[in-house]
Every structure is written in structure tokens, then in C-alpha cells.
């Protein structure tokens, strides 16, 4: 099984990422904002996770359908907010061409496949949905800030307040963060591949993107090689 069908779709996810929520209330309007499109734009939150972030693009009057691979997501997003939501796997959206007017892609929610083909043909898709001039959030982590966080704990297991251990390591290759970590009695390990912002911007053109701003922060600034975050805004050529 892949790791991402087993590892998002478990109640030690929500323990895990509880502090998530909280961030909501930071990262939700800024990314919406980042997002940029006029209310009532029909915008499609993929992946959706359990709807932390759903709040914010409604509160600028945008059209909001989710989409995500867990059930156990889905559901809890189902119980807070009156959105319609499809259950769906990034590589093969069951929307129809130029259907969208955004995709709203947050949270390091790009580079969980292990091929390159997939990876890209998840953007294809978000390419393929959006009308032409449509525009793509794709909010990830910088590269070079999260590999020099990790030197300092590579290899070595963590412990955390929240109630988990965390051991995080690069792939030999130096292309992928491997996360595992140990939770109610369960391991998980999320094996992500993290792009440089060349391969960021390859992967865009080649999927039928022009990227119109890239950012370095929630607060817009300028993008950075040394940011913790690289926000993309992409519009659908
Ligand atoms: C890190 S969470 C981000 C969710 C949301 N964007 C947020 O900021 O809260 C990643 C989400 O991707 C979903 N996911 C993972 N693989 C997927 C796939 N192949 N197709 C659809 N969703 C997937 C997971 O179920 C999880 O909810």
C-alpha cells in the first residue's frame, strides 16, 4: 500500500498534526489571499485534508468544493463546514476540463508519489481542470531551509509533547524526506519528494503553467532560497 493511503487516513494522524489547527487561523487568510481571485470564482481545495483551511477561501466568497483521499479526512471535514467534497486521488480528478477557476493546493501537498511521472501528472491534472488564465496556489516547503533544519536531528528519534517520536532522514539520493514516526503503537512514515525551486518551475511549465508570482512567506515577500516556505502562484496557459 502506499504510505500516503495508510498514513493520512489514521486517528494518530490528528494527534500528529494537531497543532495544524491552530495554525489555521495564520496561514488560512494569507494563502487565500496569496490565491488572489475575485469572490465568487469556483476554487477546488485538493488535497482538502480535514478542511482546516476551508474557512478562509469562503470568507472571501469563493465557490469551495474539497477533495481529498481519506475517508476519515473527509469526514471530519464533512461534520464543520457545509462544503460539497469529493473523495479522489490527485491523479486523476473526476472534474470536468476547465471546470475550476482556482486550485488551491496548501501545505506541502505535491511530491507524495515516487515517480516523477506521477508526481507531474498531479499538476497536469490541476492544469487540466482549470479554465485557461485560472489560477494555482502551490504552497510548499522550502527546500534548503528543511534540510538544514534537519542536519541537526538526522537519523535520531524525537520525542514529542503531543504524544509521538519522529525520526527524520534524507533519501541516500538527497531527493526525498523520509518522516517515520511511532504513535499509539503504530508506525508511519511519510516519504516525501522535496523539489528544488528548479525542478518546481520545470514541473509547472511542463504541466501547462506560467508562474506569475513565487513567493518566499504568508506575508508575500519576494521568494528566497533560504525561506521556509516557497508559495507558487501559477496561472493555467
Ligand atoms: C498535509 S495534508 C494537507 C491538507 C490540507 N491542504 C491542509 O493544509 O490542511 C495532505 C492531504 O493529502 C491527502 N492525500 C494524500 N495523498 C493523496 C492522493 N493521492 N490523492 C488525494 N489526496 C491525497 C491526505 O489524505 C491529506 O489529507
Given amino acids: 500500500m502506499d504510505w ?11 494527534t500528529i498534526y494537531a ?5 489555521a487561523a495564520q496561514e488560512g487568510p494569507a494563502l487565500a489571499a496569496l490565491l488572489d481571485l475575485p469572490a465568487g470564482c469556483r476554487v477546488l481545495d485538493l488535497p482538502c485534508g480535514w478542511g482546516r483551511l476551508n474557512p478562509y477561501l469562503r470568507d472571501r466568497g469563493l465557490q469551495v468544493i474539497g477533495g481529498d483521499l481519506s475517508p476519515l479526512n473527509l469526514a471530519r471535514h464533512h461534520t464543520s463546514q457545509p462544503t460539497p467534497l469529493v473523495r479522489l486521488d490527485l491523479r486523476a480528478l473526476p472534474f470536468k476540463d476547465a471546470a475550476a477557476d482556482g486550485v488551491f493546493c496548501a501545505y506541502t501537498s505535491w511530491g507524495y508519489f515516487a515517480t516523477e511521472a506521477e508526481n507531474l501528472q498531479q499538476l497536469t491534472e ?14 510548499l516547503a522550502g527546500r534548503s531551509r528543511l534540510q538544514a533544519s534537519v542536519v541537526e536531528v538526522d537519523g535520531y528519534w524525537m520525542d514529542y509533547q503531543e504524544g509521538y ?4 532522514t534524507w533519501s541516500p539520493d538527497g531527493r526525498r524526506i523520509l518522516t517515520e514516526r511511532l504513535c499509539q503503537g503504530e508506525r508511519f512514515c511519510h516519504d516525501i519528494w522535496i523539489p528544488t525551486d528548479l525542478e518546481v518551475r520545470f514541473a509547472l511549465k ?3 503553467f506560467q508562474v506569475a508570482q513565487a513567493c518566499g512567506g504568508l506575508d508575500g515577500r519576494p521568494w528566497d532560497e533560504a525561506a521556509d516556505r516557497w508559495i507558487y502562484r501559477a496561472i493555467k496557459r
Fill in 4 to 14: 500516503f493511503v495508510r498514513d493520512f487516513d489514521h486517528p494518530a494522524y490528528f
Fill in 19 to 23: 497543532d495544524k489547527a491552530e495554525e
Fill in 126 to 139: 490541476f492544469a487540466r481542470v482549470l479554465r485557461p488564465g485560472g489560477a494555482l496556489l502551490l504552497d
Fill in 165 to 168: 517520536q519522529e525520526r527524520v
Fill in 206 to 208: 511542463t504541466a501547462g
